[in-house]
T-cell receptor, first 112, second 115 residues
């Protein structure tokens, strides 16, 4: 059973455009929803995270939108830049969990 | 303040051998978790150590074991290596019993190839 479903698998965006990546989860006990960014040869780096008591969180060009009733959350990257080209992972955690469960990742390519 | 350091960066082992991977956690962090990331996949939780005790384990067989030392550094040991163990092994540190909820700092990983 896949607890976190991430889409799309890959995404190509023009410089200055908006990148949108979506995640859906199943277990309502989760209460921590981070997004990680991973460059080749590096470990994942925490980009932004949200708790379910808010529906949106913005940090610079990165925004998480959270829909508790639909059990979905998404990452929006505004004014996408070539330097944003990386693999993005959503994850879920919290409740009695000691771990993060990751999605399968989205390879984002931002063309100049 | 240093980040999470892992060694070695790359390793090639033969099927059936044993391997030890090492991790130095970020200063001030007392929780260490290990993840396995297969090519093209998201990281999968192996186990977590909090103050030198394992307090969470994922769906990995007992031949995956670990240690956390008093300085909160950690080791991941894998016995009887199988070809499917080839992956990037990530160490992540944070604080608190339920470490995942407080934001991990990941290392750059050890790329293990089993031949």
């Amino acid at each position: 059973q896949q607890q976190v479903k991430q889409s799309p698998q890959s995404l190509i965006v023009q410089k200055g455009g908006i990148s949108i990546i979506n995640c859906a989860y199943e277990n309502t006990a989760f209460d921590y929803f981070p997004w990680y960014q991973q460059f080749p040869g590096k470990g994942p780096a925490l980009l932004i995270a949200i708790r379910p008591d808010v529906s949106e969180k913005k940090e610079g060009r990165f925004t998480i939108s959270f829909n508790k009733s639909a059990k979905q959350f998404s990452l929006h990257i505004m004014d996408s830049q070539p330097g944003d080209s990386a693999t993005y992972f959503c994850a879920v955690g919290g409740g009695s969990n000691y771990k993060l469960t990751f999605g399968k990742g989205t390879l984002l390519t931002v063309n100049p | 303040e240093t980040g999470v350091t892992q060694s070695p960066t790359h390793l090639i082992k033969t099927r059936g051998q044993q391997v030890t991977l090492r991790c130095s956690s970020q200063s001030g962090h007392n929780t260490v978790s290990w993840y396995q990331q297969a090519l093209g996949q998201g990281p999968q939780f192996i186990f977590q150590y909090y103050r030198e005790e394992e307090n969470g384990r994922g769906n990995f067989p007992p031949r995956f074991s670990g240690l956390q030392f008093p300085n909160y550094s950690s080791e991941l040991n894998v016995n009887a290596l199988e070809l499917d163990d080839s992956a990037l092994y990530l160490c992540a540190s944070t604080t608190g019993l339920r470490g995942a909820n407080y934001g991990y700092t990941f290392g750059s990983g050890t790329r293990l190839t089993v031949v």
